[in-house]
Structures are given as structure tokens and as C-alpha cells.
């Protein structure tokens, strides 16, 4: 129960890894924040956390949406009060040919991935710094911020960006004792994982596709209260994926 002293909110936590996180966390005893636009899948996550035993709240918000936002925090305010933890996992990835890529899906992606972290952390700082909470962002980011496929201008260009943004605002906290770190995950699968292949798991020097418990291992590793050494660093989660040098036959 290492953070049962802690309320942590997490976006895009309706489905994916944001949905594994959210219970991993209450697993570990703290509250949960829950804030994503799939409404339905939200509540039913919040649902299954009490079942367990776990306390949280879930509150729709867009993040490609700044006034979404700042109802979500409206809501928080009033509802919970403060937060210890914010982890931006909420992100959208739309692969189109340079040329098929419009202005609009452009600033779709970036909105969406890139944007909503500077303002989730922008509410957050004011309000850790006005109740004096040492609080810790944790960014996910993405080993396509680092390597690409063609067709994913958007997409990387976020990811790369919120690289950036983490170390910059880890600067710009580390004054007020918020630390900042960012996660780049390789290939995380979700759901289905029976059904990998065995030339799937062999891509990665740890001789397996990753799972999502391994993102939010790396997540309590980067928010414990404890390792106030670590801070502006992107840790890469991604069974060495992006070092092996991989020969197609």
C-alpha cells in the first residue's frame, strides 16, 4: 500500500493503459482520479475499483479541450479538493500520408497528446503550489518520439514534444519541489496478449512484448515519494526494442 497517502489523477484512464494504471494505483492504495470522454467505459471502471475496495471518482473531461479541462479541475476542487499525483496518459495516434495530413487532424493530434499536458500541469502546479503539495507529474510519451514508420508525422512530433515539455517544466518546478518525468513506451499490448506470435516477442531483447503492468511498475518507480532524486528524465519502457538491431530475412 506504498500510496495510500496519495490521490492520483489520470487521464484517457477509461480503456488501455490508462485503465490498468487507474488499478494498479488503488491496488497500491490510493485514490484515483479517473478522467476521460468515454463516459461509459469510465464508470464502469470506477465501478469495478469499488467492487475491490478502492475509492475514486471519475469525471469526463476532453483534453483536446481547454474549457473541458478546466471544468475537470472545477469538479476536482469541489468534489475531491487536491491531488498528490497527475499521470497525462490520455492521447489519440491517427497515421495518414504527409500529404492526406490536414491542418486539422494535425492540431487534432498535437491538441490532443501534446497540448493537454502543458494545461493539466499548468492547473495542477497552481494549485500544489498554493497547498504547498510537492506533487510529481509523470508524462506518456513514447519510443516513436525517438524512432519512426512512415506516415505518423503527427503522432511523433507529440511524443517528441512532450519530452521536451518534461524537462522543461522539471525546471521550471523544481523550485517548488514538483518533480516531472516522462515514460516512453514500446509496444504495450493491452488486451489480447495469447494471441502474439512468437516473431512478436522475439523483436524484443527481453524476449517478450510488454504488458501494461510494466508501464505502471514504471510509474510507481517514477512517483514514489522516495525517489525525489528523479526528476526531467524520459525513462524508456520497451524490453530493449529500440536497441536491438532487428535483420528482415
Known sequence: MKFANDTVL?????????????????????????????????????????????????FYCDVSDPQSIDQLYNKILDEVGSFTILINNAGISEFQPLEELSVESWDSIINTNLRSVFLLSKHATQIWKKNGVNGRIVNLASTRAYMSEPNSEGYAASKGGIIGITHALAASLSEFQIRVNSISPGWIQTENYSDLREIDHK??????????????????YLTDEENDFLTGTDLTVDGGMTRKMIYEH
Not at 512484448?209 to 510494466?214: H, R, S
Open 10 to 58: 489520470i487521464t484517457g484512464a477509461s480503456n488501455g493503459i490508462g485503465r490498468h494504471l487507474a488499478h494498479a494505483y488503488s491496488r497500491n492504495g490510493a485514490t484515483v482520479i479517473m478522467a476521460d470522454h468515454d463516459a461509459e467505459h469510465g464508470r464502469q471502471l470506477l465501478g469495478e475499483i469499488r467492487e475491490n475496495g478502492g475509492d475514486g471518482f471519475f
Open 203 to 220: 523483436q524484443h531483447m527481453s524476449n517478450r512484448v510488454g504488458k501494461p503492468e510494466d508501464v505502471a511498475k514504471a510509474c510507481f
